[in-house]
């Protein structure tokens, strides 16, 4: 298809969208694109500090509770052995 166009001959070929462009529109690729956006730009990632100190917290907390996890286990476990006649 041709067109006029100020004295001068225009060839009109179809676009077509580009293999990115066709990818986007896949949904699994629309989420993978959406989730690297996201992530890149709209997540406020902790400092170094920050990210220190949380974990030092996280590991402080699991080891308190597994300490009063253990104690109570301990204490049912002698409950148990009381209960059943077998404590020495």
Same mark, same amino acid.
């Given at each position: 298809m041709?067109? @006029?166009r100020? !004295? @001068?001959q225009e060839v009109r070929r179809e676009q077509r969208p580009s293999v990115f462009a066709r990818l986007r529109q896949l949904k699994v690729f629309r989420f993978l694109y959406e989730a690297y956006y996201e992530l890149r730009y709209k997540v406020t990632w902790p400092t170094f500090e920050e990210a220190r100190n949380m974990t030092i917290a996280v590991i402080?907390?699991?080891l308190a509770l597994g300490i009063v996890l253990g104690l109570?286990?301990?204490g049912l476990f002698q409950l148990f052995r009381l209960i059943t !006649?077998?404590?020495r």
């Open positions: 041709t067109q @006029r100020e !004295g @001068r402080a907390l699991s109570v286990d301990i !006649g077998t404590a």
